[in-house]
């Protein structure tokens, strides 16, 4: 029989445990809180009647019901004040001898029956819960930040938790209207732990000066769908909780990619902890405050005064959906395109397969039939070389092998005329390998468009040592003109997306292969605690295991990190022929 939890303490009143409360009395729950001191006291009543008071305004609460809530909670500096609860949970912050130290208190307060929940999101849940003569009925119940709003909840049972206890805090979970997933005891979960290191890599980019702050967030926002980017989710996690997870992490896994970036360490020894100090990686109008103001950072909106080309005729090679995606983007906005294939026949099909997309455009009403017909006169096939020798620019969009993509730019660099600049669409080749194919590396970029071309806004511009400026500045006006949102980086395998993306994909494989948490809970933490568009594995058999596996090869190579090795899971289902949704089986199978 599951037990009746009606009274629940809450140990700590700062800003996850306001919400906490707030999540517990709006379910009904009698809450009792307790902190420090009085000032706590008051900081924490403030952040409930400001979270309240928001949610009138929202019409998502009655005054009446706002009143209830508040009526539900009592407050207390006093621990004793707790006896009488059925489920008290401690968010006092991630410090393990503190959080031992009032779970050792509470023991000698609750009744037998009654569990304790530590909401730390890193700690060792065993090593806290030892200093109790009930380890059994000690757990892990970790919310996501804003708790009001998140449903994941991870529910962490130790070696030695009861299993009636867990049954009993998962159905508790639901009754608060969460989403809980129940995991084993390791540092970082399952959110955290492949969260963190996605973070960690994205500061470690930053302090390499690979790409600015808002390149870096930019890149994860339109290119991955992601609602904030990493540095600013920093900024509002906070970077001393940042670094304190990682450390953690660290400490149990002895993995590089787990230890603090140097620059985390050193932004908070200057004061410099995020949103909740007004200064982060971005500067914010005021402590807590989430709007961001110009710093000494935050680039010129005045062009760097480079020179830019005349583009109008814009040539691109290969017949696959990027190659007729990027045609069509371009047509749509009133240049002239040559589209080369192999063969008439293909070039043609090419044609015809933007002539789909644009079809469906008009059938959606997105596009009037005249314009349909303007773009596709705009757009002319080719099968020679030759015919792309009057193109100011030209994108080569074939198969992402780079003896292909070289023999490409070596028949380009006969062909076009001087000046043209040379562009590949590689999302992880070296751009610097193709440039050495031609006598004009200084004419060669990378741009970056992201599937489908015609929908996602970013383009990942990369330059290489020896691109000329003019070719960067001439990349970025295209990019704007195409109503995309351009990123700068430089020529290193993965860019920004892919070198921020695939560590972490890998990272979740590695967690399914030891057994950790299954698929779906993987999955679910992600989507539901971390608000991604997609789980991991979803992604994984989107993007093709096959392709994913080749990305994940090329980061180690270049990288030598061991921790960017492939996961051997991933390599077996390649070997085994299962790529994903393109196959009808991948980590999940498809009908």
Same mark, same amino acid.
């Given at each position: 029989m599951a037990r009746e939890i009606n009274t629940v303490g809450v140990v700590g009143f700062g800003t996850m445990g306001a919400g906490i409360v707030e999540?517990?009395?709006?379910?009904?729950?009698?809450?009792?809180?307790?902190?420090?001191?009085?000032?706590?006291?008051?900081?924490?009543?403030?952040?409930?009647?400001?979270?309240?008071?928001?949610?009138v305004k929202r019409e998502k609460l009655t005054e009446d019901e706002k009143a209830a809530i508040h009526g539900r909670v009592t407050t207390s500096l006093d621990l004793k004040s707790l006896d009488g609860c059925d489920l008290?949970?401690?968010?006092?912050?991630?410090?393990?001898?503190?959080?031992?130290?009032?779970?050792?208190?509470?023991?000698?307060?609750?009744?037998?029956?009654?569990?304790?929940?530590?909401?730390?999101?890193?700690?060792?849940?065993?090593?806290?819960?030892?200093?109790?003569?009930?380890?059994?009925?000690?757990?892990?119940?970790?919310?996501?930040?804003?708790?009001?709003?998140?449903?994941?909840?991870?529910?962490?049972?130790?070696?030695v938790t009861e299993p009636d206890v867990i049954t009993d805090v998962v159905a508790f979970a639901e009754r608060l209207?969460?989403?809980?997933?129940?995991?084993?005891?390791?540092?970082?979960?399952?959110?955290?732990?492949?969260?963190?290191?996605?973070?960690?890599?994205?500061?470690?980019?930053?302090?390499?000066?690979?790409?600015?702050?808002?390149? +870096?967030?930019?890149?994860?926002?339109?290119?991955?769908?992601?609602?904030?980017?990493?540095?600013?989710?920093?900024?509002?996690?906070?970077?001393?909780?940042?670094?304190?997870i990682l450390d953690t992490m660290y400490h149990q896994s002895r993995n590089r990619l787990h230890s603090p970036a140097p620059l985390l360490k050193q932004m908070i020894t200057a004061g410099l902890l995020g949103r909740k100090s007004g200064r982060g990686f971005y500067t914010y109008d005021g402590p807590d405050s989430p709007v961001v103001v110009k710093d000494a950072q935050t680039p010129s909106e005045v062009d760097g005064g480079a020179q830019t080309r005349e583009v109008q005729r814009v040539g691109v090679i290969g017949t696959g959906t990027m190659a007729t995606g990027i045609a069509e983007v371009f047509a749509k906005r009133g240049y002239d395109v040559v589209l080369r294939a192999r063969?008439?026949?293909?070039?043609e099909a090419a044609v015809g397969a933007v002539r789909k997309s644009l079809d469906r455009a008009v059938s959606k009403g997105k596009l009037a039939e005249a314009d349909r017909d303007a773009v596709l006169q705009r757009i002319t096939p080719a099968v020679e070389f030759v015919e792309l020798a009057d193109c100011d620019l030209v994108v080569e969009a074939v198969a992402e092998e780079i003896g292909i993509k070289k023999e490409v730019f070596a028949a380009l660099d006969e062909v076009c005329k001087p000046g043209?600049?040379?562009?590949?669409?590689?999302?992880? +080749?070296?751009?610097?390998?193709?440039?050495?194919?031609?006598?004009?590396?200084?004419?060669?970029?990378? +741009?970056?468009?992201?599937?489908?071309?015609?929908?996602?806004?970013?383009?990942?511009?990369v330059e290489t040592i020896s691109t000329g400026a003019d070719v960067v500045a001439t990349a970025r006006k295209i990019c704007l003109?195409?109503?995309?949102?351009?990123?700068?980086?430089?020529?290193?395998?993965?860019?920004?997306?892919?070198?921020?993306?695939?560590?972490?994909?890998?990272?979740?494989?590695?967690?399914?292969?030891?057994?950790?948490?299954?698929?779906?809970?993987?999955?679910?933490?992600?989507?539901?605690?971390?608000?991604?568009?997609?789980?991991?594995?979803?992604?994984?058999?989107?993007?093709?295991?096959?392709?994913?596996?080749?990305?994940?090869?090329?980061?180690?190579?270049?990288?030598?990190?061991?921790?960017?090795?492939?996961?051997?899971?991933?390599?077996?289902?390649?070997?085994?022929?299962?790529?994903?949704?393109?196959?009808?089986?991948?980590?999940?199978?498809?009908?």
């Open positions: 999540v517990l009395a709006r379910t009904g729950l009698t809450v009792k809180v307790v902190e420090v001191d009085a000032a706590g006291v008051e900081r924490g009543l403030g952040h409930l009647e400001h979270s309240t008071a928001r949610a008290v949970i401690e968010a006092v912050p991630e410090n393990v001898e503190l959080k031992a130290s009032i779970l050792k208190e509470l023991d000698g307060i609750l009744a037998p029956e009654a569990i304790i929940a530590s909401n730390t999101s890193s700690l060792s849940i065993t090593e806290i819960g030892v200093h109790t003569r009930r380890p059994g009925k000690v757990v892990g119940m970790h919310f996501f930040n804003p708790t009001q709003v998140l449903k994941l909840v991870e529910v962490v049972r130790t070696v209207g969460k989403s809980p997933v129940v995991i084993g005891d390791r540092a970082g979960f399952i959110a955290n732990a492949l969260l963190f290191p996605y973070l960690n890599h994205a500061v470690k980019m930053l302090e390499s000066k690979y790409a600015t702050r808002e390149d +870096l967030d930019a890149a994860m926002r339109y290119g991955c769908g992601y609602p904030m980017g990493p540095l600013a989710l920093l900024d509002l996690i906070g970077l001393d909780t940042a670094y304190e063969s008439l026949e293909k070039a043209a600049v040379l562009a590949t669409t590689t999302s992880s +080749l070296p751009v610097i390998e193709v440039a050495a194919a031609t006598s004009r590396p200084q004419d060669v970029v990378g +741009l970056h468009f992201f599937n489908p071309a015609q929908v996602m806004k970013l383009v990942e511009i003109d195409l109503g995309k949102h351009p990123v700068h980086c430089g020529d290193v395998a993965g860019f920004i997306v892919n070198a921020l993306l695939f560590p972490y994909l890998n990272d979740a494989v590695k967690m399914l292969e030891a057994h950790y948490a299954e698929a779906d809970d993987i999955d679910n933490a992600m989507k539901v605690g971390c608000g991604l568009p997609m789980g991991p594995f979803a992604l994984l058999d989107v993007v093709g295991l096959d392709v994913s596996l080749a990305i994940q090869r090329t980061l180690y190579n270049e990288f030598r990190e061991p921790g960017f090795a492939p996961a051997p899971l991933l390599e077996h289902l390649v070997t085994a022929g299962r790529l994903g949704r393109k196959t009808g089986k991948g980590f999940r199978d498809y009908s």
